[in-house]
Nanobody, 122 residues
Framework: QVQLVEFGGGAVQPGGSLRLSCTASGSIFSINTMGWYRQVPGKQRELVASISRLALTITYADSVKGRFTISRDNAKKTVYLQMNSLKPEDTAVYYC???????????????WGQGTQVTVSS
């Protein structure tokens, strides 16, 4: 009943920018930490960035620090990832993740989006 839908992937040249967004919908009581992960074939999915509910705790992978910015709009149940100065090694499928409670009595569970392809190539 909970869905995460991502938008904004695509192809871009090195040095370019993309903005990903992910919106949660369905039977949602509260959303805690939201984040972005990425995965390339043959490798484990890795954390790119995460943001706590009130944005008091923000974490970035070392490989994206200074280039990517994560933010969220709680009223829209949406998390964003602004990606600047993109490099070929940023090419991956990017997945949205969110810890969501469906009612006040239930612990939050992790939900995943379907993934969106980001390709950085000249």
């Amino acid at each position: 009943q909970v869905q995460l839908v991502e938008f904004g992937g695509g192809a871009v040249q090195p040095g370019g920018s993309l903005r990903l967004s992910c919106t949660a919908s369905g039977s949602i009581f509260s959303i805690n930490t939201m984040g972005w992960y990425r995965q390339v074939p043959g490798k484990q999915r890795e954390l790119v960035a995460s943001i706590s509910r009130l944005a008091l705790t923000i974490t970035y992978a070392d490989s994206v620090k200074g280039r990517f910015t994560i933010s969220r709009d709680n009223a829209k149940k949406t998390v964003y990832l602004q990606m600047n100065s993109l490099k070929p090694e940023d090419t991956a499928v990017y997945y949205c993740n969110a810890d969501i409670s469906t009612d006040s009595r239930r612990r939050p569970e992790g939900y995943w989006g379907q993934g969106t392809q980001v390709t950085v190539s000249s």
